[in-house]
């Protein structure tokens, strides 16, 4: 409603100084002809009225017209171009219907100097809008934090992720400050107001790909403990209610318990292995997709168990001799018995490296842990584990899914918090909106995601899925990568 009411009063100021202009009214009211008759009348190169039709740029060249606009109307001040840009529902009916404003042409632009200070104000204020614009729209620099996608992307790789392969997303809170995420460095505080919401919308959609590298909005930092060193997005809230239950939770970490709007979550990256509609299952470390095994990627990690001859020991650099590079502060090596290692080490490298025949080196198949999506009982009979999970669907926009105790505990997230309704279960009979309902049919795209560092991912195995409105991007190109200096090698490659 504010944004139509907003909307009707540009168009009505529009009118009224359409009117002081020479222009007749009506022609206001009309999407891109209005612009049309500015461009005409301020005698501007026509190009500027087609550049519009570019998308996401063509909208400032939109508002650039506008100012030109109100520039004809004898207005050149900071703050009067601050309103024709934040508040020209408020300001353009001032200058079409106030008795003290009126249309001056173009020879009082033509005769108006900007002072050196005045061109350095408004290149600033270009760069941020047109730097904001990008980022929201176009591509945003992100920063790899951890080894979950090893050894396809590394610690300190800045990668750009593309927002407008899957369609640009319009942010849920368009009053934000500039440049940051969530909060403002060194003030701790939000770096966003939610006054004003606006509802999932996305221009030019177009689906995730099977096997992208995606980055997303952590589902599950809707609600957190916002203590990044101990919780945030390590341990989620949901972890800890599951842990020692939500009075628990509240009673001792209430004061800093907060909530987040989807496009203020944390931003992950994980590979999207099952697209809308997808039956998945994971078999002794083998993902299954429809049936069908997947390939390993090249560069994707996982453990694997070194058995080496009695009275030998295993560091780094004694794998370093084999080609095989890990590092023992992430836990790629660890000591599971007097003899026997875990190793977290690429496909590529256990196929063509090879050991010395004493040295055995077999898979390593994670038992039942408790801690998966979607968090089974020990009395379900369900031993699920990172390495023998599912099978499990992802849920397709349109499609029904039939009500069973097993699908409501899979999918009871989705229905009730993604989507927004309100689920009910009344002795084993469930309720939508206070509807009974046997069937929910989603509204929907999800997507399953999981970091090519196998066992060293917390990724929908552990919390589920993710909604397409959460979906940020596609990460595209590495432009940097540094570890004690820069990996050269690394630079300007394109993400596979």
């Not at 699908?407 to 009871?412: D, F, K, M, S, T």
Request: aromatic share 18%; proline share 5%; glycine share 6%.
């Amino acid at each position: 409603m504010i944004f139509i009411l907003a909307a009707i009063g540009w168009h009505i100021g529009l009118y009224g100084m359409f009117k002081k202009a020479g222009i007749e009214g009506w022609k206001a009211f009309i999407p891109f002809y209005n612009t049309w008759c500015m461009v005409e009348k301020m005698a501007l190169k026509k190009y500027w009225f087609f550049l519009q039709l570019i998308p996401i740029a063509g909208q400032f060249i939109t508002i650039w017209i506008c100012i030109k606009f109100v520039e004809h109307f004898g207005r050149f001040g900071f703050w009067h171009h601050f309103a024709a840009v934040f508040f020209p529902f408020f300001y353009f009916p001032y200058l079409g219907f106030s008795k003290s404003e009126r249309y001056a042409g173009t020879a009082v632009v033509k005769n108006y100097k900007k002072s050196t200070a005045r061109e350095w104000i408004d290149a600033a204020a270009f760069a941020i809008v047109a730097a904001t614009l990008i980022r929201t729209f176009v591509f945003e620099a992100y920063t790899i934090p951890t080894p979950s996608e090893e050894k396809t992307l590394l610690v300190n790789d800045f990668l750009f992720v593309s927002k407008s392969t899957y369609g640009p997303r319009i942010p849920n809170t368009p009053i934000a400050m500039p440049f940051v995420h969530h909060t403002i460095p060194g003030l701790n505080v939000k770096s966003y107001v939610e006054w004003i919401q606006i509802p999932y919308t996305r221009w030019f959609a177009s689906p995730v790909t099977r096997n992208d590298a995606v980055v997303f909005n952590f589902p599950v930092n809707d609600t957190l403990i916002n203590d990044e060193v101990n919780f945030g997005s390590r341990v989620t809230y949901y972890d800890e209610v599951r842990r020692v239950g939500r009075e628990r939770v509240w009673q001792d970490h209430g004061d800093i318990i907060i909530t987040r709007p989807v496009d203020k979550r944390e931003n992950f990256i994980k590979r999207c292995v099952g697209i809308a509609g997808d039956n998945l299952q994971i078999i002794n470390g083998k993902l299954h997709v429809n049936g069908k095994p997947e390939d390993f990627f090249p560069h994707s990690e996982r453990y694997y168990r070194l058995q080496v001859p009695d009275g030998q020991f295993i560091d780094k650099e004694t794998l370093h001799e084999f080609g095989i590079n890990v590092r023992e502060e992430q836990g790629d090596l660890l000591q599971e018995k007097a003899n026997v290692f875990i190793v977290n080490i690429t496909n590529e490298e256990k196929l063509k490296n090879s050991l010395p025949k004493d040295y055995i080196l077999t898979d390593y198949i994670r038992e039942h842990e408790n801690s998966l999506f979607p968090y089974y009982s020990d009395t379900t009979g369900k031993n699920w584990s990172a390495d023998n999970y599912g099978p499990v669907w992802v849920p397709k926009k349109n499609v029904a899914l039939s009500l069973t105790p097993d699908n409501v505990i899979r999918y009871q997230r989705c229905i009730e918090v993604y989507e927004g309704n309100k689920f009910e279960d009344r002795d084993g009979k469930y309720f939508i909106n206070g509807t009974e309902a046997t069937s929910y049919t989603f509204k929907m795209d999800y997507y399953f995601m999981m970091g090519d560092n196998r066992h060293n991912s917390l990724d929908s195995r552990y919390w589920g899925f993710v909604p397409e409105d959460h979906v940020v991007g596609k990460a595209s190109l590495i432009w940097f990568s540094w570890e004690n200096g820069p990996r050269w090698k690394r630079l300007f490659r394109w993400i596979k």
